[in-house]
Nanobody, 118 residues
């Protein structure tokens, strides 16, 4: 079974940048879109960005449009989330998952913590 592992989180000042990675445990190509989600304390997990493996199309939550960029590297079986102009409101644990039919397909991992201070 494919597993996704998130990394790249950290602590930054507002306006700073981070690049998150979502690495697959194997090079199996299933064509599933990969989405980034985040969950802040006391809040539900929310969609952040998505990328379609087959079509290369991307989508973003309104809250991150213009600041975050999702991309992929097929050779490394990795999806990235470049986060620029970070805001304190971006503070959360970030997760990635494969999505099909508007439903996540894999067990949630540990995620990676992003903390943005003002």
């Amino acid at each position: 079974q494919v597993q996704l592992v998130e990394s790249g989180g950290g602590s930054v000042q507002a306006g700073g940048s981070l690049r998150l990675s979502c690495a697959a445990s194997e090079d199996t190509f299933n064509g599933y879109p990969i989405h980034w989600f985040r969950q802040a304390p006391g809040k539900e997990r929310e969609f952040v960005a998505g990328i379609n493996w087959s079509g290369g199309s991307v989508s973003y939550a309104d809250s991150v449009k213009g600041r975050f960029t999702i991309s992929r590297d097929h050779a490394k079986n990795t999806v990235y989330l470049q986060m620029n102009s970070l805001k304190p409101e971006d503070t959360a644990v970030y997760y990635c998952n494969a999505v099909l039919g508007m439903k996540t397909q894999l067990n949630w991992g540990q995620g990676t913590q992003v903390t943005v201070s003002s």
